[in-house]
């Protein structure tokens, strides 16, 4: 089989395409021939050898994968050969075929194409599993999602609205606006129309007379330490502030005062670290609640582009760009 190699750490040109060794499954273990992978920013920061695969996973990249079961190993029940999935891997989906753990195995909906599929798992898994066990969102919160316009978050605009709450964005155009509105979000805000700090010194105040006062009560951010004060000052009181990644830098100063009195929580958390037994809780979770919505249309995946899996540096200078709207996948 191939895979796409880390051969020297680096930009996307350390990325290639070339011959590995065959795949099996092992007990509670099935392989699945991989038809889609989906490219997220965790794959980039592994390539330039900042966030290595946890023990045991395969040294190739990728976090999610569509496509149909192959081959089935000891233990696994419930699950057939020819079997339409999506899947969450703790590394190793860009390649013909991937190992998965049965218990993070999701049946692709009826109706959906198999490609496509490739854009959901670490983006519902993210998603539920910060806005809902994390944040514990409820209908009518205002949840501010920062990067309304990548992967996580074009996911999370639609899952937030279908739960029954109210979202604003951030995004760097208006046209990227507009379509996180048309996804559903409320109102949204162009944050490279402000140079610097300006406009993390503005965010505040934009989020309070857009909630009519109230701030929000959740904030999904990306950005990390550079929106870290400005995301405090957005709250709501028992307000939720989730970091899932730190494109802005990862150290800021907290003013300790001003989380006290608005009795805030920041929580910051990671997905691919997480013990199996929780991934695969957050699997069955999502399986519960998420999938209804994916199969009446409440949610659907943001697909921008699909790229040949040989040409994986290019999907990765896509993404890097910023001029991505939903996911890129790679087709082998």
């Not at 898994?125 to 009518?140: E, F, I, P, Q, R």
């Not at 989730?242 to 997905?271: F, K, P, Y």
């Not at 069955?284 to 009446?296: C, F, K, Q, S, Y």
């Amino acid at each position: 089989m191939r895979a796409v190699l880390i051969e020297g750490f680096g930009g996307p040109e350390v990325l290639h395409y070339t011959e590995v060794d065959d795949l099996s499954p092992g007990p509670g273990e099935v392989l699945v021939t991989v038809h889609a992978a989906g490219v997220n920013r965790a794959d980039l920061l592994q390539r330039q050898g900042r966030y290595p695969p946890p023990p045991g996973a395969p040294q190739w990249p990728g976090l999610e994968v569509s496509g149909v079961i192959s081959e089935i190993g000891a233990d696994v029940r419930g699950w057939h050969v020819g079997e339409r999935v999506a899947a969450l891997l703790d590394g190793g989906g860009y390649a013909d075929h991937a190992v998965v753990p049965a218990s993070r195995l999701l049946r692709v909906p009826d109706g959906m194409g198999l490609v496509e599929s490739a854009g959901l798992p670490e983006a519902v898994c993210t998603v539920w599993s910060n806005l809902v066990d994390m944040a514990h969102l409820k209908a009518g919160d205002w949840v501010l999602v920062h990067g309304g316009s990548g992967g996580v978050g074009t996911v999370a605009i639609q899952m937030a609205v279908a739960l029954g709450a109210r979202v604003l964005v951030t995004a760097g155009t208006q046209e990227r606006v507009d379509r996180c509105l048309a996804l559903g979000a409320e109102v949204g805000f162009v944050h490279r129309t402000q140079r610097g700090g300006d406009f993390a010194e503005a965010l505040p105040s934009l989020v309070r007379e857009a909630t009519d006062g109230h701030g929000a009560d959740i904030v999904l951010d990306v950005v990390g330490g550079a929106y870290l004060d400005a995301n405090l000052q957005s709250l709501a009181f028992d307000g939720r502030l989730v970091v899932i990644a730190m494109q802005g830098g990862r150290r800021a100063e907290l003013d300790l005062g001003r989380l006290m009195t608005l009795r805030a929580s920041v929580i910051g958390t990671t997905l691919r670290a997480r013990p199996a037994q929780e991934k695969a809780q957050i699997v069955e979770a999502v399986r519960a609640h998420v999938w209804p919505m994916l199969e009446d249309r409440r949610l659907h995946p943001v697909i921008d582009s699909v790229v040949a899996m040989s040409r994986a540096g290019t999907a990765h200078a896509l993404l890097d760009s910023g001029s991505v709207f939903g996911k890129v996948l790679l087709i082998p």
